[in-house]
């Protein structure tokens, strides 16, 4: 139930009230933040781009070359043993 103040504008609930404090504190907050340069953001894209190509690659290697390790022995376990 809102009442008048003045007898022209509703009053401000405190729920009103506390929803207002928060957005200015958010606001507030923003604007102490440190935003990156679209220089940096752009190198920063590209080095992530490239480690996981490169992380992707390396793991790629490493699993050929321990199934060629296990199709080695493999082949060698079945030649012995038939």
């Known amino acids: ?3 008048t103040v003045g007898g022209s504008m509703p009053a401000i609930t405190t729920n009103e009230k506390k929803k ?3 957005f200015r504190e958010v606001q507030n907050e923003l604007k102490k933040v440190t935003w990156t ?6 190198f920063c894209t590209k080095a ?3 480690a996981t190509f490169a992380f ?3 793991i790629y290697t490493i699993d050929l070359a321990i199934r ?7 082949a060698i376990i079945r030649a012995v043993f038939g």
């Not at 340069?37 to 752009?42: D, G």
């Not at 060629?68 to 493999?74: C, E, N, Q, R």
């Open 68 to 74: 060629g390790a296990l199709d080695g022995a493999g």
């Open 37 to 42: 340069s679209k220089e940096e953001l752009i």
């Open 20 to 22: 207002v404090s928060y």
């Open 48 to 50: 992530v781009i490239f």
């Open 56 to 58: 992707g690659f390396a």
């Open 1 to 3: 139930m809102n009442s």
